[in-house]
């Protein structure tokens, strides 16, 4: 899986025609299929393609999600990471940077929009149901489409050492953000801790710049987050002491990286004869 959007975009790569349309397509098919998974995610309310005008600007977000104390812009970013460079580590970094940081970039413009609309009863009042911006945490979620790494870890120190420090430099620390990539948001919605979604988001983006844990993707987070941090309050001290001491852990989880296939592999070999 982790090489399938590699081998899609060198197929399509090879015929001008699929090109053009994957091109022209591909990006608004994207966003279609994370609104459609940010709508499944339980939540006060969801806007989809929310549309304003903003000193004197116009401005769009592909997504409000409204929950009872926070609310999050979503922006999704499609684009061929591979194609053409196969071999470039550092031109993929630079190009998630950028998408990114237009992401964030976006993101932030909605936010400052709402949070102009000081009126006591209105639009974002509305939309909750019961609070207005002053009353809620805010941040973004960007989405991307492929397989790729955590490569915005929210570790000032680790994402520098990756060669992701642009992102840091460009995104204030109190700014909550996280990037996932529209693999992982559906691997997420389908676990029972679902409707926790908006308190995974708040710790996730809490630590501004000294997340102290670092995973391969967002599911390693996740796994984090709710088999061991939550459910252990000696084990989440221990967290909160790391972070303060800049400290960061490397965590592959059980939940999904499901071994036990090697135990199978094993008591077949010990059961043959040679």
């Known amino acids: 899986m982790t090489t399938a959007q590699y081998r899609i975009e060198e197929y399509v790569g090879q015929f001008k025609q699929v090109q053009e349309v994957e091109n022209l397509e591909k990006g608004g098919v994207v966003e279609e ?34 929950f009872e104390d926070s609310y999050w812009v979503a922006e999704v970013k499609s684009h061929p990471i591979f194609r053409k460079i196969p071999g470039s580590v550092e031109l993929i970094k630079s190009r998630f940077t950028h998408k990114v940081t237009r992401a964030a970039d976006q ?6 929009y709402l949070d102009s609309l000081d009126d006591e009863f209105g639009l974002v009042y509305n939309l909750t149901g019961n609070k207005n911006t002053s009353e ?11 397989f790729l790494p955590t490569l915005y870890s929210g570790n000032a120190r680790a994402d520098q050492q990756l060669g992701m420090g642009d992102i840091h430099d460009h995104i204030p620390e109190h700014e909550r953000i996280v990037v996932i990539t529209l693999y992982d948001l ?62 960061i852990t490397v965590y592959i989880s059980k939940r999904f990286n499901d071994k036990s296939h090697l135990q199978d592999i094993k008591n077949r070999n010990s059961n043959e004869s040679w």
């Not at 304003?52 to 401005?59: K, L, R, S, T, V």
């Not at 993101?107 to 400052?112: E, K, L, P, R």
């Not at 983006?205 to 709710?226: C, D, H, K, L, Q």
Request: aromatic share 16%.
């Open 107 to 112: 993101i932030q413009n909605t936010i400052d």
């Open 136 to 146: 809620m945490n805010t941040g973004g979620i960007v989405i991307l489409d492929g």
């Open 186 to 247: 559906y691997q997420l919605i389908q676990e029972d801790e679902t409707n926790l979604f908006n308190e995974f988001l708040l710790w996730r983006t809490g630590y501004e710049g000294n997340m102290p844990v670092w995973g391969f993707s967002e599911r390693e987070y996740w796994a984090f987050y709710f088999d061991n941090y939550r459910p252990n309050d000696e084990f989440r001290k221990g967290v909160e002491e790391a972070a303060k001491k800049d400290i």
């Open 33 to 66: 299929l994370a609104q459609e998974l940010l709508k499944q995610i339980p939540s006060r309310n969801f806007v989809k393609e929310f549309e304003y005008i903003h000193d004197p600007n116009p401005g769009e977000a592909d997504g409000l999600l409204f």
